[in-house]
């Protein structure tokens, strides 16, 4: 991962100031931001900030831009070129420059975009916190890097404050490894000298003690201070490795999340990359272009972690359920790759009464329930239980014990009406689900 900001992270936490490590890129007018690069909006903000520029950031450096930003040179002592040249934007990023006498305040987004999803626990930001654009850059890289399941809204709430917590931590802990595995290398590599009984006694403290105290103290609660900032916009990078079937970590599972986020996968965010998974990134590279490995190398990684990133138009599973209220069957069909139109298997069922209606729709099922489920509103055991949406199941027919035979009534009627509103089966299809679907797994019923 770069690392270019650890440095400042670090002065921060001691007050300090150290040498900028920020590597600049030299903008001037006709320079437009990508997906994958914010520079020219970091700058406009800057220039808004310091009551430079007025209006909203857009990252298009265009003759307004131009103008600010030589407003900016002419009353900080440097050449009013209107580029940003490297000299330029140190200074601008740094706290030894001149604002205008009356800094005009960064607009603020007040509202969601059409297609969001507000945070519910919104509340008025901290006072160190950057509100409005800063806060709806962050809450998207957090979304793009699997670090949150909420979609960008610009109000800085609770749960912002904790995905960006989760986010920080990460991140720290990130740069604690790498600073250890730094100090192996370098100790494999030298010999170290015997330490001098001067130095011993002296009270000098050595350096790697330094770094691990001034980690230590670098807030991770969530608080957008501009370090953390600078850090997001221009420091981290979200691929840390690549990713294989059969690993289980904290990488894969912010993979996953970010799959889930993109709509590949409605559940199985659990941090073990197995079959479920490999579906999901081949369906993925396919989407978006790329080799359909299955495996998440490094031009997959990037893809997924971008704006850039073709969101799914199905659920991705091994098997989808079709439940047929008026054949009472449960059709099963498999992933081919591309869709779902494999059939492969047809189960005699029992649906809900009349009075008792198995609700239609399409459910992504949370899955799995236990082998042995009780029935207290039937007074019954049932097995296999595989919920597909609050208390509609797939299970078997019905026990009066766990330890005796199912009911012959319930065995008979497979084929009729005759449930509460589950969906019920033989013991061996139930198992079949059971053992073979994958939660979050698409489940239509219809008539």
Known sequence: MMRRFLAALLAAALLLTLP??????????????????WDVFSLQTQLIQLGYLSGTADGDFGSR??????????????????????????????????????????????????????????TAAPADAQAGNDTYIVQQYLYNWGFSDNKPDGKFGNQTKADLSGFQKYAISDMQQYTNAQ???TAAQVTPEPTPAATIFSGEIPMAQVEDQLMNTIPTDGTLTAEWLDYILNGFDPVASELKNGETSAEVKRMQR?????????????GGYGAHTELAVKYFQKRNGLSESGQCDQATLECMYSNAAVESDVYVSKYMAKVSVSDQRVYIYEWTG??????????????????????????QAPGRNGEWYWMADSYVWVR???????????????????????????VRNLGKRASHGCIRLSVEDAKWIYDNCYNGMTVVIYE
């Open 65 to 122: 831009t131009e103008t600010a930003l030589k407003d900016f040179q002419e009353a900080n002592g440097l050449e009013a070129t209107g580029i940003a040249d490297v000299e330029t934007q140190k200074l601008l990023f740094s706290d030894q420059n001149v604002a205008r006498a009356t800094p005009t305040p960064a607009p603020l987004i007040t509202t969601a975009p059409a297609d969001g999803t507000a945070d519910a626990s919104a």
């Open 258 to 270: 970010r799959l889930k986020a993109l709509k590949y996968i409605a559940a199985g965010v659990d």
């Open 338 to 363: 591309s869709d779902y139109s494999n059939k492969v298997h047809s189960f005699v069922c029992s649906t809900g009464t009349t009075a008792n209606p198995t609700p239609l729709g399409t459910f």
């Open 183 to 185: 100090r192996a290398a």
């Open 384 to 410: 296999y239980a595989f919920v597909i949406d609050g208390g509609i199941f797939f299970h078997s027919v019905l026990y009066p014990t766990k330890s005796g035979e199912p009911t012959k009534t319930s």
């Open 20 to 37: 900028a490590l920020a590597e600049y890129r030299q903008l001037q007018k006709g320079d437009r931001d990508t997906s994958e690069n």
